[in-house]
């Protein structure tokens, strides 16, 4: 099986602009979260897509946004960046059948390495 | 916020010998996640050990954990200049369906040939 998938690998933008990412998640899963890693903070949770709804969010502004599409694919987006969202931001996808179950492994992509300038 | 406190930060070693990280949690949880991350790329799944077991191997990986104690320790034996990484504990809180992983601020692992 093809692993997670995150386009583009690098991004470079200025301050104010907006970004959006894109994640394709392991065939048959359906959960997919992002997280923000920075030297500073380290990794953090941004959001979690389960079957096109949101199902928990981290402390992070409004200007971070997501969604997911019915074949499972996510993108979140970045608007009017800011020289702290600079960061890798990492995609993962859990098998989840739907149960409620948190005992599944959580595979992740390479990531996306956002640079703002 | 950060749950996770892995010990220590840094840990230099020998290629053959055995490598120990330590993890350190706060909050109740479903399972403990130990991920490997080679320099600045995406999240590679090691183990995952589940709230009731208190042991697990994988290759020449070992887990534990104390829910008691809430902490977890990996053991990487026999190591390899390929292991030089970062290794990071990762819990996975009770939610209603949720994944939500909160992450310790990982162990840099560098193995000596």
């Known amino acids: 099986k093809a692993g997670v998938t995150q386009t583009p690998r690098y991004l470079i933008k200025t301050r104010g602009q907006q970004v959006t990412l894109s994640c394709s998640p392991i065939?048959?899963?359906?959960?997919v979260s992002w997280y923000q890693q920075t030297p500073g903070q380290g990794l953090q949770f941004l959001f979690e897509y389960f079957s096109e709804t949101q199902r928990n969010k981290g402390n992070f502004p409004g200007r971070f946004s997501g969604r997911q599409f019915s074949n499972s694919r996510s993108e979140m987006n970045v608007s009017t960046l800011e020289l702290g969202d600079s960061a890798l931001y990492l995609c993962a996808s859990t098998l989840d059948g739907g149960s409620g179950s948190t005992y599944n492994e959580q595979f992740f992509g390479p990531g996306t390495r956002l640079t703002v300038l | 916020s950060q749950q996770g406190e892995e010990d220590p930060q840094a840990l230099s070693i020998q290629e053959g010998e055995n490598a120990t990280m330590n993890c350190s949690y706060k909050?109740?949880?479903?399972?403990l996640q130990w991920y490997r991350q080679n320099s600045g790329r995406g999240l590679v799944h090691l183990i995952l050990i589940r709230s009731n077991e208190r042991e697990k191997h994988s290759g020449r990986l070992r887990v534990t954990l104390d829910t008691s104690k809430k902490s977890s320790s990996l053991l990487i034996t026999a190591s390899r200049a390929a292991d030089t990484a970062s290794y990071f504990c990762a819990t996975a809180n009770s939610g209603a369906g949720s994944y939500q992983l909160t992450f310790g601020k990982g162990t840099k692992l560098s193995v000596i040939p």
């Open positions: 909050t109740s949880i479903n399972n």
């Open positions: 065939s048959g899963h359906r959960s």
